[in-house]
């Protein structure tokens, strides 16, 4: 949208996690308001109207009816915690969220360059979206002690990152996949 721009790439106006999106990783999608002709985009005008909050979170009437069923369906990156991670953001302070999303990008570049098997990208940005930190981390921790576990086929290794992920976000009754509007 022209005249929108914003420094922070990694945490959207709106609260999503651009720096774990696809789309944003392969380079297709400078992220919100990072220039190069951003679609437009209601809530990018609505910040320009409101005098540029930098996150919604910020504007006095926040939460506004353009929340409503935000976080229903997903686009390239999940929705689901749209509202909760602006809560987080706005509780923990910007810089401290975007020091999470940083590792947590780092994370996600590293299980891309080692366990996709060349279908898995999507899969990986929802489960590093959605888990916790501390989950990823220990999954990436028990993966690490396996002993011959780098011997093992890139198909292997990626179906066994793939169940691990699963079975750490069915404990928390997480489901790893997008969620399409009907």
Known sequence: MKGFE??????????????????HLNRYCPGCGG???????????CSLDHGGVEYCF???????????HIDDFDSFVTH???IADMEKAKMVGIAVY?????????ILNYILD??????????FCVAVNLLDLSVIKQ???????????????????????????????????IELKLRKKK
């Open 6 to 23: 914003r420094k922070n790439q990694l945490f959207s106006l709106c609260g999503l996690n651009c720096g774990l999106c696809p789309m």
């Open 35 to 45: 220039g190069n002709g951003n679609q437009s985009c209601k809530i990018a005008k």
């Open 58 to 68: 910020q504007c006095e009437e926040y939460p506004c009816e353009k929340y409503e």
């Open 80 to 82: 689901r915690n749209q």
């Open 98 to 106: 975007n020091a999470e999303q940083s590792e947590k990008v780092e």
């Open 114 to 123: 080692h366990f996709n098997d060349g279908r898995k990208k999507t899969f």
């Open 139 to 173: 999954i990436l921790n028990q993966i690490s002690e396996m002993e011959g576990f780098e011997d093992w086929m890139e198909k292997e290794q990626s179906a066994l990152v793939v169940k691990m992920f699963r079975a750490a976000a069915d404990e928390k009754k």
